[in-house]
């Protein structure tokens, strides 16, 4: 392989997001930990996964799932120690499966002995290190990132007799990102967490790190972005194939700015352009808005990547779409309140929204490895996992993983887990979990292994250049070209077989039959040069056709 390909390995790789707390507890505890996680690496493995994305495990008061580090250096010892970390990092590197962690720098817990410190004195050195007002601001109500869980964005703190600044919640103290000694303990953190094994991290609320000023609202266009060079260089330089990944919902526009206009900035962002338009695709059975999402978010730098994803540990965000289109989403996904939240979004799983029909859990799925970008696959997706709309918020979809049908579903031995399974209905965990699905050939489980394994045997998707194939609106047809040679995929957004008739390229004179990847359903190519079959309700096709057919500009 050639080392450019090395270096930009993120490319074609899955990534798998693990929460330690809820995936494996290995000493009996009801928490999940990097013990238990080490025992479940075969499984991760088995999928096929080239990347695990970590969670928040740093030392937290655990009043935000994590989000409120009290302590960058160490792991929480919930989750276990440094030398269990260690091991953990050791055993993926083993395996061929690299480690991302998250990395939350734009708030810590109000708890961290460095806000301790910043509110003691005026004159203490960390005084500066977070945002404080002498006066109360007039704007404290301005850019919640919580409506209806937040009152304010400032707090009078009486022993620094001062007000303080936080995006996010009370208890999470936003830092001071403009002082260049903050600037310097981030690359310190990156630089250790580098050394124990880790080979990327995502960075969580990226536009509010880099904002300006504190009230800018996420997507502008005045930002720091030389700090996110500054670590990109930084990491680089401690790993040569190290991977900065953000959270950034911005508008496409102001992407290349995160990427860089010359890729010296951030390797991968999440598309949140493009995920709710696909939700909106299944809701609607109408493929347009996606095809628009895609077409807006092609122009990126050749070494840069979209991170591609369905659900995440997160709420769905819907705020990206049309009043209208988010109104559709819902009463398709969503039709109750309280499967909503933040006046934005929906907090629930993949499988229950689809209404646990397989035919569109595996098409959406299918679509994801089919995107342009690198896929990001949410731990129990590849079962089929729901969610527990009893907890609150987004803790409704961040429960333990299932893994047999037996006492606390083979995540514990405790008579208790941390947070509780799903245990009745069609997504308990008698009746979705990995025992089951791995004995079954024909489960969600083994299919996952199938089509990954398909996707990784396909750099064309992973590092090559697309385009959209002109055809009927409820069908997104893409051809992916890298290396002189092409893969065509086609996916079926509606519930109706639909006849799919399609030109791939106008002048040239010999069209090649597109040679079906999951079937022996090959199609050949019409007298008038039209491509013409039949698509399933909820049906996609991966085919591989001639490179000359598609006639796109190579990426390279």
């Keep these: 392989m050639p080392r450019m390909v090395q270096m930009v390995w993120y490319k074609n ?37 080239g990347a695990i994305w970590l969670l928040p495990f740093q030392s937290s008061p655990r009043q935000d799932h994590g989000y409120d580090v009290s302590d960058y250096y160490s792991v929480d010892p919930r989750f276990g120690t440094l030398g269990d970390f260690v091991e953990f990092t050791d055993q993926c590197a083993q395996r061929g499966i690299r480690v991302m962690m998250d990395l939350v720098f734009n708030h810590t817990s109000d708890q961290h002995p460095w806000f301790q410190e910043s509110r003691s004195s005026p004159d203490n050195p960390k005084r500066d290190w977070y945002m404080w007002s002498k006066e109360k601001p007039e704007n404290i109500h301005e850019g919640m990132v919580f409506p209806g869980k937040q009152e304010a964005v400032w707090t009078y703190d009486k022993k620094a007799r001062a007000w303080y600044f936080h995006r996010f919640h009370k208890f999470q103290p936003d830092l001071n990102m403009k002082n260049p000694e903050v600037q310097a303990e981030i690359l310190r953190i990156m630089g250790f967490w580098l050394r124990l094994g880790v080979s990327g991290f995502r960075l969580d609320a990226v536009p509010f790190i880099i904002a300006t000023d504190e009230h800018e609202e996420a997507g502008g266009t005045e930002r720091e972005f030389a700090l996110l060079r500054k670590m990109r260089e930084f990491s680089q330089f401690r790993d040569g194939d190290s991977v900065l990944l953000a959270e950034a919902n911005v508008k496409p526009e102001a992407s290349i700015e995160y990427f860089g206009p010359s890729a010296e900035r951030l390797h991968m962002m999440f598309n949140f352009w493009v995920n ?111 969610e527990n709309l009893d907890l609150e918020g987004r803790t409704a979809i961040r429960t333990p993983m299932q893994w047999d ?144 057919s598609v006639g796109l500009a190579r990426k390279d």
């Design 13 to 49: 790789a899955i990534i798998y997001s693990v929460n330690v707390e809820s995936y494996m507890d290995g000493n009996g505890d009801g928490i999940g930990d990097f013990k238990g996680l080490a025992r479940r690496l075969d499984h991760i493995h088995g999928i096929g996964v």
């Design 276 to 386: 709710p338009r696909i939700f909106y695709a299944f809701a609607t059975g109408d493929a347009g808005p996606l095809k628009e999402g895609l077409e807006k978010t092609r122009e990126i730098p050749q070494s840069s990547q979209w991170a591609q994803f369905l659900r995440n540990h997160d709420e769905l965000d819907l705020s990206r779409l049309t009043e209208e289109q988010r109104q559709k989403v819902y009463d398709e996904m969503a039709p109750d309140e309280g499967m909503r939240v933040f006046d934005r979004g929906i907090r629930r799983r993949l499988g229950p929204m689809l209404k646990g029909d397989q035919r569109r859990i595996k098409a959406a799925n299918s679509l994801l490895m089919s995107l342009p970008g690198t896929p990001v696959l949410r731990y129990g997706d590849e079962i089929g996992m729901g």
């Design 405 to 548: 049908e037996h006492g606390q579903g083979g995540f514990t031995t405790a008579e208790e887990a941390c947070i509780p399974l799903i245990e009745h209905g069609p997504y308990g965990f008698h009746e979705v979990n990995v025992s089951q699905q791995r004995r079954d050939p024909e489960s969600l489980l083994n299919w996952f292994e199938r089509i990954i394994r398909l996707r990784q045997e396909l750099p064309e998707i992973g590092y090559g250049a697309f385009r959209i194939i002109e055809t009927e609106p409820e069908i997104l047809a893409m051809c992916h070209e890298w290396e002189g040679s092409a893969i065509l995929t086609v996916h079926n957004f509606d519930g109706q077989p639909r006849q799919v008739e399609f030109r791939i390229n106008e002048d040239e004179q010999e069209k090649p039959p597109l040679i079906n990847l999951l079937s022996n359903d090959h199609v050949q190519p019409q007298a008038d040069g039209m491509y013409r079959f039949v698509i399933d309700p909820y049906g996609y096709n991966w085919f591989r056709c001639g490179a000359t």
